[in-house]
């Protein structure tokens, strides 16, 4: 089935990429992205098949431009504490250093968030060799507010393991494509503030509120709405745009807050499906202009092989947010 953005060209096909965190750094627009492979492992609701090992980073002058691909910025082997699976990443600056965030497995196939470090957007990054203590599930995405304070979003629902955690602690009963099913609310993403030095948790996990119009929390049957993984926050006009997939729905919607750590309200959606599974995406302002760099399956027909695109948002007069056409 071709998806709503198959007719695009990837930004690059010498690599299969996925995941798109963008940022622009220094004047340039850098890339986060997973790094797709090949693997024998067939495709499953738990997401096996995404079994990647290394990160590339990507980077070009303005929408359009040449694409430079850094190479490999940071490898499963480097990293201690990694089994496997080294999911989708994003990147923040501070102080003149380069953080890398990324979700994998640790020794117990429970999946934890990481961070490395590097003086230069590109990196290498050397990782911690420790997982961010108190992180887990899936798909960080970094926030840095104009006061300078640094959020990381996560979460990501079945083979993410966010279901996992309703109590606050690792149940394996819920290990799998499962999560709450009726009326009740859906399980909600979640924020942490990041310490000065931008490799730690400063205080609690919090769950983020995502509420319909009359204020009602999203409900667990309702998955054409409900937080599923790929989180990304952004500024726009002193609000805050929540965003995220909604995973077996294969929509990008978003929900709009007053402040960083929710409620956010939810506003309607960013991207029909595309072609592939997943969609997962990032949404950065590039010289007053806004886009979204997202992915589709359109340069294999594999959903674990994977490929980035751009398109151009706009914002209406009352701030809901739309493809350009
Ligand atoms: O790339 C692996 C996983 O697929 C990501 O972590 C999810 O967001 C989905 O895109």
Redesign the pocket.
């Known amino acids: 089935m071709a998806g709503a953005s198959s007719h695009l060209k990837p930004l690059v096909s010498h690599i299969y990429t996925?995941?798109p965190s963008a940022h622009v750094f220094n004047g340039r627009i850098y890339v986060y992205p997973?790094h797709?492979r090949e693997t024998d492992i067939e495709d499953n609701d738990n997401?096996d098949q995404?079994d990647?090992n290394d990160y590339h980073v990507l980077s070009l002058p303005h929408i359009g431009g040449e694409v430079t691909d850094h190479g490999v910025a940071l490898k499963q082997e480097d990293i201690p504490w990694v089994s496997k699976?080294l999911?989708?990443p994003d990147a923040a600056t501070k102080n003149g250093k380069y953080y890398l965030y990324f979700?994998a497995r640790d020794a117990d196939g429970i999946f934890r968030i990481g961070v490395a470090v590097s003086d230069v957007p590109e990196g290498p990054f050397t990782p911690d060799p420790e997982p961010i203590s108190g992180s887990y599930t899936?798909?960080p995405a970094s926030f840095v507010d104009d006061d300078g304070q640094a959020y990381l979003y996560f979460g990501?629902l079945w083979?993410?393991q966010l279901q996992c955690w309703q109590t606050g602690v690792f149940d394996d009963k819920w290990s799998g494509p499962q999560e709450p099913k009726g009326t009740g609310p859906a399980l909600l993403p979640r924020v942490a503030k990041l310490s000065e030095d931008m490799r730690s948790f400063d205080g609690e996990v919090h769950e983020l509120s995502i509420v319909d119009e009359e204020g009602n929390l999203i409900i667990a049957d309702d998955h054409d709405r409900r937080f599923f993984?790929?989180a990304w926050t952004h500024k726009y006009n002193g609000k805050y745009y929540f965003s995220y997939?909604t995973g077996d729905t294969h929509y990008l919607c978003y929900a709009i807050g007053d402040n960083p750590l929710g409620p956010f309200t939810y506003a309607g959606r960013i991207l029909e499906p595309v072609e592939g599974w997943?969609?997962?995406h990032s949404i950065v302002e590039v010289e007053g202009k806004w886009y979204l760099f997202h992915?589709d399956t359109s340069l294999s027909g594999k959903n674990h092989l994977?490929c980035v695109k751009v398109r151009e948002l706009v914002y209406d007069d009352a701030g809901k947010l739309r493809l350009a056409d």
């Open positions: 996925a995941d997973s797709d997401g995404y990647m699976q999911w989708a979700p899936i798909d990501g083979g993410g993984e790929a997939s997943t969609t997962h992915h994977r």
